[in-house]
């Protein structure tokens, strides 16, 4: 059974960076997706959903946070959330996609993940979205 976890103040303001992020990077139908990840010394690297139109080419604002992160030298993950966001000060939390959740298991197995609603969200750990990954 998957465990909900209470959000840190360094939760919420990992939400707030991805919403900053989604309203300074938006295009309707182009970028609406945006992504704040922190590192376990406290950073925060933001990525914004790069649509593709042909077929499953679509960069997710997870990996394009990661992407950030790791070619400015860090590798050590500790949280991630996703944001979706209308431009206009509309915004809703999303769950990591299949691939992202990959990705980000392969970065920290014990990685925390924000998702739920903005009203109620929570943290889970990603091997619990991810349950039956094998090493």
């Known amino acids: 059974m998957s465990r ?11 939400i ?8 300074r990077l938006h295009i309707d139908d182009f970028h609406e ?4 990840l922190r590192t376990t010394d406290k950073r925060i690297f933001t990525g914004i959903h790069i649509e593709a139109n042909v077929g499953f080419a679509d960069v997710c604002g997870e990996v394009a946070a990661f992407c950030t992160a ?10 991630i959330v996703a ?3 209308d ?23 014990n990685m925390w993940v ?3 609603s903005l009203k109620q969200p929570y943290k889970m ?11």
């Open 33 to 36: 997706v945006a992504a704040a």
């Open 125 to 135: 750990r990603i091997s619990d979205l991810l349950p039956l990954k094998t090493e």
């Open 87 to 109: 431009g206009k000060g509309s915004y809703k939390l999303l769950s990591p996609c299949g691939r992202c959740r990959e990705i980000i298991s392969d970065f920290n197995r």
């Open 70 to 79: 790791v070619s400015s030298g860090h590798r050590n993950f500790e949280a």
């Open 4 to 14: 909900k976890t209470e959000l840190s103040e360094e939760d919420r303001e990992l």
């Open 114 to 116: 924000i998702v739920g």
């Open 83 to 85: 944001v979706w966001g």
């Open 16 to 23: 707030e960076a991805a919403k900053e992020a989604a309203d």
